[in-house]
């Protein structure tokens, strides 16, 4: 089964289209509104380890996460979900937790098949959310558990909206949305864009705004409210870079002395992605007491947050590791915490546990990792919604079985022997305890030769006219592996 869907960050010009609901009214001379992201850049990238896939429950179970996914999201804690209202409100209230998933992919792709699923159980739809206006456009999902490997991302608040979303601030948006103006061409891996945040005036008074040399033209007041919306677009090598259809619902983010802040959400834009009409977003700050009615964190007490972890404790698998961390001695204590494995790709895998009642050290279990690959853990306690600062940083590389070798020649010599030249004798991570080149005819008992230092492995005893079928062998503590098989005959 397949579908159109809505796209979301591509290189050049892009704009938004609603994935449900009406938009507001643009001037005539433009075309019906709708999300998207066009001109952007491939990901993963490491701002965008809070944004999530949000999916049909039915389709995926059928069809997969490509195709079933519609919007974007971004996680504000490992449970909760900020999306766009237009993405839920029209689905039945009753149902509507039910009918809904949401995803995580390590590598960015809906094709993931190691993709994390968590089922929503609960749908908040803001209740001034206006669906002709597209006002207050933005709603909360809560998980049936934590999402495995999302970083949870700060809502911002009124006091950000002076440095976060001045004109020219920069920003950043993400989504799996349309990579063409069109709205068509949906993405298999995320793209991001750098945007711009345009002056008010431009989100509701008209004004235009020129960035990077392209003129962009501001909405008036019967389109856009800038107490409610956020205006961005962005200019990569003189192509305007937009969100698009699909990208509903996703992060728009500012950077913060000390992080990113959820600064907005895909909300609508004209029907022609990429335009010289700015993409509009759901001001999130307008946004909190909603948000906070609905169990997002905002603005934690300073004095309810916990002292950062240690991480002790690091136990390797073959894709796995089991991460020991210990509380501070000083300071809260805390709910749970939660561990971070990142890739220099910046891509993340994450887990999370409980914290004892006392000050005792806890253990999760990273799953899903690479071997062979190095990663950078951190962990974080939390308290009531507040985190602590990151841990210091441990370096890990998970360990496997070996990589495949690779018989790279043969010489038959004329003693009934033969020469192998074998190649990629990696252990990944666990001593070699199998390291050799097999050779067996049917009748014939096999032969073996040990692959020695510099890669030469020497088969002795063959017999003559007889053809032999040979692959390079290597073992660890963790499995083995065998090489394509390399035919000779022996004369």
Known sequence: ??????????????????????????????????????????????????????????????????????????????????????????????????????????????????????????????????????????????????????????????????????????????????????????????????????????CGGDQSYEIDGVRFRGYDRFDASP??????????????????????????????????????????????????LPGVYTRVSAMNTFLISAGVPITPDPNLTPEAPAIVDVTLGTRTAVVTVEPSVEGLTADRYLVSATLTSGSVTTCGMKAPSQRASAQCTLSGLKPGKRYTLTAVSLRQGASSTNSAPVKIRPVGPPNRARITSVTVNGNRSATFSVQRLSNNGSSLTRREVTCHSPGLPTRVGEIEKGGIAVVTNLTRNRTYSCRARLANDLGKTASVSRVLRVT
């Open 227 to 276: 107490a409610t919306m956020v205006c961005a677009s962005g200019v990569r090598n003189g192509a305007i870079v937009d969100s698009c259809s699909g990208d509903s619902g996703g992060p728009l983010l500012g950077r913060a002395d000390d992080g990113y802040r959820l600064v907005g959400v895909v909300s609508w834009g004209p029907e022609l992605c990429a335009s010289t």
């Open 1 to 202: 089964m397949t579908r159109d869907r809505a796209l979301i960050l591509t290189v050049g010009a892009t704009c938004l289209a609603l994935s449900f609901g009406a938009a507001p009214a643009l001037a005539s001379s433009e075309v019906p509104l709708t999300p998207k992201v066009v001109n952007g850049l491939p990901g993963p990238d490491a701002r965008l380890g809070s944004l999530v896939a949000v999916a049909d429950r039915n389709t995926y179970e059928s069809d997969g996460l490509f195709d079933a996914q519609f919007c974007g999201g971004t996680a504000v804690t490992p449970r909760l979900i900020v999306t766009a209202a237009h993405c839920v409100s029209e689905r039945d209230r009753v149902t509507a937790a039910a009918s809904l998933i949401v995803a995580r992919t390590g590598d960015g792709r809906l094709s993931d098949p190691d993709a994390s699923v968590v089922r929503v159980v609960k749908v908040t739809v803001n209740p001034g959310y206006n669906e002709v206006t597209a006002s207050g456009d933005i709603a909360v999902l809560q998980l049936s558990a934590d999402l495995p490997g999302v970083v949870p991302v700060s809502v911002a608040t009124p006091d950000d909206d002076q440095t976060l979303l001045s004109a020219g601030a920069p920003l950043v948006v993400g989504g799996w949305g349309a990579t063409r103006r069109n709205g068509t061409q949906a993405a298999d891996l995320y793209r991001w864009g750098d945007l711009v945040a345009f002056p008010r005036n431009s």
